[in-house]
């Protein structure tokens, strides 16, 4: 696990991203040699977009196990816009707000998870079921 240090946001870039499709799983190197490791699951669920964050009252985004990034969009030198599969693209994540997820990452991960129990909710993506007449 990192030690990730406190840096001031003009000194904090990103040097390195990079998606693996396969595994759903977007590697970011910070310039300080830290280095994080997200599931698109996670980046999804804590998108930093106005729809997910609801100024303070953030909405449970479930059903997002599968979903993959399809886009990688760069935001001037400070951010990247990821674009999920699932449609959702309105999330600017800036390098502070990457490295803040880095370092709390478990904790945030498990505070879902403990949000899906509490209200009965799901991880799995839901099924699509066709009725034929």
């Known amino acids: 696990m990192a030690n990730y240090t406190s840096t001031t946001d003009s000194e904090l870039q990103v040097s390195r991203l990079h998606y693996h499709q396969r595994s759903r799983k977007l590697d970011v190197q910070f310039n300080n040699g830290e280095t994080a490791n997200f599931s698109a699951e996670f980046l999804r669920v804590w998108s930093p977009s106005a729809e997910v964050r609801r100024h303070g009252k953030p909405v449970l ?56 129990r509490q209200a009965n ?6 099924i699509a079921v066709k009725f034929k007449p």
């Open 61 to 116: 985004v479930t059903h997002k196990k599968n979903v993959a990034i399809s886009k990688v969009v760069p935001v001037g030198h400070y951010a990247v816009k990821l674009v999920f599969d699932d449609g959702h693209d309105s999330g600017i994540y800036s390098w502070r707000y990457l490295y803040q997820l880095a370092s709390q990452q478990d904790t945030l991960w498990q505070q879902y998870l403990t949000q899906l």
């Open 121 to 126: 909710a799901q991880r799995d993506e839901l």
